[in-house]
């Protein structure tokens, strides 16, 4: 623990905390408002794998997921001064907004072929997040790993979607 994080109040963990998780659920729910224009019509009609998750399973893990990475986010700001992190958390940022993104171009404007491209990019960012945080915090590293996998299995999905969708 060095001098930053000790010369916090508890007051600041906490709103730091809210802050952190209020950032990413902010994040969540501006790419549910672009999901939301075409997850009950287009969605429903285009062709999926079987192995396509029911929509009910994408809100508690998207909700678990949210939460996990402001936690994550905000250990690696309370262990440190925010001039040592300023970079990792502007980073992640930058990967919030690829999270956004992809919630735009594959239900907003229904280009799975697009989508796959930037979540690419967002798989990307995560595993970068991962490597920046993990020098701050191994907890914190670790919390954006389900969230990675799941990307990686969202990715995976969407890349099958998008196959099923050409139009030859």
Do not use: D
């Not at 930058?94 to 967002?122: D, K, M, T, Y």
């Not at 997040?129 to 907890?139: D, G, H, M, N, V």
């Amino acid at each position: 623990m060095n001098e930053a994080t000790t010369s916090r109040s508890m007051a600041s963990l906490v709103i730091g905390l809210a802050v952190s998780i209020g950032i990413c659920f902010l994040a969540g729910a501006l790419g549910g408002v672009a999901t939301s224009s075409s997850v009950a019509n287009w969605y429903t009609q285009i062709n999926k794998p079987p192995w396509n998750p029911p929509g009910w399973i994408f809100g508690p893990v998207w909700t678990a997921l949210y939460l996990m990475m402001g936690i994550s986010s905000w250990l690696v700001w309370k262990n440190s001064s925010f001039q040592e992190v300023k970079f990792a958390l502007v980073w992640f940022a930058f990967h919030l907004l690829l999270n956004v993104l992809w919630s735009i171009v594959f239900f907003g404007l229904r280009q799975p072929g697009w989508a796959f491209v930037e979540i690419i990019a967002l798989w990307i960012s995560i595993g970068v997040s991962i490597t920046l945080f993990y020098r701050y915090s191994k907890p914190a590293a670790g919390l954006l790993v389900p969230y990675w996998l799941w990307v990686s299995f969202a990715a995976f999905l969407n890349y099958t979607i998008w196959s099923m969708n050409r139009v030859v």
